[in-house]
């Protein structure tokens, strides 16, 4: 079992990285293979031109959303970290979360987590927001006893927030037990699907 940690941090060791690094860790102890990803700091938003519908990836740019999605069939679980810039997710990582979520149907009944990390105030608006994102991709979203964000001006003061790390550590556990039950089960995926009911409330 592996598990992709993607670091939305313009700061590739920075406080982000210190969180997701904290999670990888506990994941293999139990047993479980995660590795770190960045992805940098030029990442093109979506200009939606809807040329990525039945393709499986972005048409319009061809960056570290399409390696993620190239890469999305080795992992069983995924986990996406940012820090809070004014309320809400870093520029980058919106873009990265923008893309790689439209572009298909990579993530459904895998195991997903989101993570914030921030100086001081707007980590709760920031989690739910990443939260969408993995909720409206049927992922199984990992159990934790408080919202992921955790925080500190930089890697050292995160040390400092011991709750917030704990967090992350049992957000782990939850990951790895999800995992686990998920493999023991060997249940088929759900097939049956109804066709899409959209509705527009402005004609």
């Given at each position: 079992?592996?598990?992709?940690?993607?670091?939305?941090?313009?700061?590739?060791?920075?406080?982000?990285?210190?969180?997701?690094?904290?999670?990888?860790a506990?994941?293999q102890?139990?047993g479980?293979?995660?590795?770190?990803l960045?992805?940098?700091?030029?990442?093109?938003?979506?200009?939606?031109c809807?040329?990525?519908?039945?393709?499986g990836?972005?048409?319009?740019?061809?960056?570290?959303?399409?390696?993620?999605?190239?890469?999305a069939?080795e992992?069983?679980g995924?986990?996406?970290?940012?820090?809070?810039?004014?309320g809400?997710?870093?520029?980058?990582?919106k873009c990265?979360m923008?893309?790689?979520?439209?572009?298909?149907?990579?993530?459904?009944y895998?195991?997903?987590?989101?993570?914030?990390?921030?100086?001081?105030s707007?980590?709760?608006a920031?989690?739910?927001q990443?939260?969408?994102?993995?909720?409206?991709?049927r992922?199984l979203i990992?159990?934790?006893?408080?919202?992921?964000a955790?925080?500190?001006?930089n890697?050292?003061e995160?040390?400092?927030?011991?709750?917030g790390?704990q967090?992350l550590?049992?957000?782990?556990?939850?990951?790895?037990?999800?995992?686990k039950?998920k493999?023991?089960?060997?249940?088929?995926?759900?097939?049956a699907?109804?066709p899409?009911?959209g509705?527009?409330?402005i004609?």
């Open positions: 079992m592996q598990v992709l940690l993607v670091n939305g941090s313009p700061h590739e060791k920075g406080t982000t990285f210190t969180a997701l690094e904290e999670v990888r506990r994941l102890t139990q479980i293979g995660a590795e770190i960045w992805i940098g700091r030029s990442v093109p938003g979506c200009i939606a809807g040329a990525c519908k039945g393709k990836k972005c048409l319009a740019y061809d960056d570290i959303v399409n390696e993620v999605i190239a890469r069939p992992f069983d995924f986990i996406f970290g940012s820090p809070v810039y004014y809400g997710i870093a520029g980058d990582m990265f923008d893309r790689l979520f439209y572009t298909g149907r990579h993530f459904e895998k195991v997903g987590a989101a993570v914030c990390a921030l100086r001081r707007g980590g709760v920031t989690f739910q990443m939260n969408s994102y993995l909720n409206l991709a992922m990992a159990p934790s006893r408080y919202w992921l955790v925080h500190g001006n890697g050292e995160l040390q400092e927030d011991k709750e790390l967090t550590r049992e957000m782990a556990d939850g990951v790895a037990y999800l995992l039950l493999e023991r089960a060997g249940l088929p995926l759900p097939t699907e109804e899409r009911q509705t527009n409330f004609r």
